[in-house]
């Protein structure tokens, strides 16, 4: 009986010491992928509309224990205009605003540098290019990121930072002009953007490559004429980045004798050939009433 008793007390003992072992490693691996979520970075993305006086900076970061804090400089690199500070929420998103003020006074690439840190200890650094002219803001939607891939959880789309992707302004037309201007913004600047010009046949008359300045904006002037522009109508001009459908956008520009056609040419004709009509509608009328009758 007494060793029946000694053999139970060793197994529950051996097995007493293999659960606190298992223990022990559950908590070590989970205090070990504690510490490397850490250090994964943050993430900002500055985004302003084209005449607004308003630039709204939202991020995340994976530290919420520690305030964030900017500084906006000028283009010269002389002057701070703005500095602020905010705390993350607890999920690690922030959002800031800057008002452009009578201290803007340059024209330029103004500097907004978002900074977390721990004491005299520096955690995350990183600094977005905000363009602004005559105290205005030039369209922009420009992110920086030192966040690990697959850890990042992005921000509620319906915050301003929704607004990413590429995005085709316009096609500036001079009128009965061989050459048209195509514009608009990315918030990728890193990245080449191809631009493709098809005929209505479906006909590919012009590839090129364009490079985003640092604000994300750009522009290609594209000349119409020769054999590949024959066809008279509606070729479409498009923009790609990614394989993306937020970084591919399309606009049309039409092309009567290997000319280009202004966007208000279809509008104008409209309101002639109503007036021609209404003119012609009138001078019956006129006619008819004065027909003496008998």
Same mark, same amino acid.
């Given at each position: 009986?007494?060793?029946?008793?000694?053999?139970?007390?060793?197994?529950?003992?051996?097995?007493?010491?293999?659960?606190?072992?298992?223990?022990?490693?559950?908590?070590?691996?989970?205090?070990?992928?504690?510490?490397?979520?850490?250090?994964?970075?943050?993430?900002?993305?500055?985004?302003?509309?084209?005449?607004?006086?308003?630039?709204?900076?939202?991020?995340?970061?994976?530290?919420?224990?520690?305030?964030?804090?900017?500084?906006?400089?000028?283009?010269?690199?002389?002057?701070?205009?703005?500095?602020?500070?905010?705390?993350?929420?607890?999920?690690?998103?922030?959002?800031?605003?800057?008002?452009?003020?009578?201290?803007?006074?340059?024209?330029?690439?103004?500097? #907004?540098?978002?900074?977390?840190?721990?004491?005299?200890?520096?955690?995350?650094?990183?600094?977005?290019?905000?363009?602004?002219?005559?105290?205005?803001?030039?369209?922009?939607?420009?992110?920086?990121?030192?966040?690990?891939?697959?850890?990042?959880?992005?921000?509620?789309?319906?915050?301003?930072?929704?607004?990413?992707?590429?995005?085709?302004?316009?096609? #500036?037309?001079?009128?009965?002009?061989?050459?048209?201007?195509?514009?608009?913004?990315?918030?990728?600047?890193?990245?080449?953007?191809?631009?493709?010009?098809?005929?209505?046949?479906?006909?590919?008359?012009?590839?090129?490559?364009?490079?985003?300045?640092?604000?994300?904006?750009?522009?290609?002037?594209?000349?119409?004429?020769?054999?590949?522009?024959?066809?008279?109508?509606?070729?479409?001009?498009?923009?790609?980045?990614?394989?993306?459908?937020?970084?591919?956008?399309?606009?049309?520009?039409?092309?009567?004798?290997?000319?280009?056609?202004?966007?208000?040419?279809?509008?104008?004709?409209?309101?002639?050939?109503?007036? #021609?009509?209404? #003119?012609?509608?009138?001078?019956?009328?006129?006619?008819?009433?004065?027909?003496?009758?008998?």
């Amino acid at each position: 009986m007494l060793g029946e008793i000694s053999m139970n007390f060793k197994r529950s003992t051996t097995s007493m010491a293999i659960a606190l072992m298992v223990l022990s490693l559950v908590s070590m691996t989970s205090i070990q992928q504690d510490a490397f979520a850490q250090s994964l970075g943050m993430s900002i993305t500055a985004t302003a509309d084209k005449g607004s006086d308003t630039i709204t900076l939202t991020g995340k970061t994976v530290s919420d224990i520690t305030d964030v804090t900017f500084r906006v400089t000028s283009p010269s690199g002389n002057n701070v205009v703005a500095i602020g500070q905010i705390s993350p929420n607890d999920d690690g998103d922030f959002v800031k605003e800057f008002k452009v003020g009578p201290t803007w006074t340059e024209d330029g690439f103004y500097e #907004i540098q978002a900074m977390q840190s721990i004491g005299s200890n520096s955690l995350y650094t990183l600094k977005v290019l905000v363009e602004v002219a005559n105290g205005m803001t030039e369209r922009t939607s420009v992110t920086e990121s030192n966040l690990e891939t697959g850890i990042f959880t992005a921000p509620d789309l319906n915050n301003a930072a929704a607004d990413a992707g590429l995005f085709l302004d316009a096609i #500036i037309i001079e009128n009965g002009s061989t050459m048209f201007e195509v514009t608009g913004i990315t918030d990728r600047v890193s990245q080449d953007i191809t631009l493709t010009v098809t005929a209505p046949n479906g006909n590919v008359v012009t590839i090129d490559q364009i490079s985003p300045m640092l604000d994300g904006n750009f522009a290609a002037e594209i000349t119409v004429g020769g054999s590949l522009w024959k066809q008279d109508g509606f070729y479409t001009v498009t923009v790609q980045q990614f394989d993306d459908p937020k970084y591919t956008a399309s606009s049309e520009v039409d092309i009567l004798d290997g000319v280009v056609v202004p966007e208000f040419g279809t509008i104008a004709a409209m309101i002639l050939a109503v007036a #021609i009509i209404s #003119i012609i509608a009138i001078s019956a009328k006129s006619r008819l009433s004065i027909i003496p009758r008998y």
